[in-house]
């Protein structure tokens, strides 16, 4: 089975995805949501969406090294995101609404992991920044449920 290695920012965090085809298994997406554009500090917020039982974390158990912090997220929704306690860096989240998925941030995979798990679209597109132009290619819609 293939696998989709990452980490954190410093390495104190690796994990290993895996799946039978991470192409039909895993979805990355860009949100434009004002959450997403905070969270991350940039223009968009860009995660895989894999199940949760095909993630595992290898190196960093435990609370000093994997922290998390649950809020609203904006629409009623409560969001959990979960990041390293050393350096800070996002590793993923999920809400009460992902089921039996998480959403690991795109940019905490390996180069060739993220080779295989190219964006297939846009949410929140109505919050897309004036400056930035749409994606080619990929499907986009104003909400998550459209």
């Known amino acids: 089975m293939p696998s989709l290695p990452g980490g954190c920012y410093c ?40 199940p ?9 158990r435990g609370r000093d090294h994997v922290r998390a912090h649950e809020a609203d997220n904006g629409a009623g929704v ?16 999920f809400g ?21 798990v190219a964006p297939k679209g846009e949410f929140f597109c109505k919050m897309r920044d004036s400056w930035m132009p749409e994606v080619e290619g990929l499907f986009h819609k104003n909400e998550i449920k459209e």
């Open 96 to 116: 009460e609404n992902a089921g039996d998925n998480i959403y690991v941030f795109y940019g905490t995979l390996d180069d060739e992991a993220r080779r295989q």
């Open 52 to 60: 949760r039982a095909a993630f595992a974390v290898e190196r960093g």
């Open 11 to 50: 390495a104190a965090v690796r994990y290993t995805i895996t799946l039978d085809d991470p192409a039909a298994q895993a979805r990355t997406s860009l949100c434009h949501c004002g959450g997403c554009k905070r969270f991350t500090g940039g223009n968009y917020g860009i995660t895989t969406r894999v």
């Open 78 to 93: 409560a969001l959990r995101r979960e990041f390293c306690g050393v350096c800070g860096g996002g590793i993923l989240e």
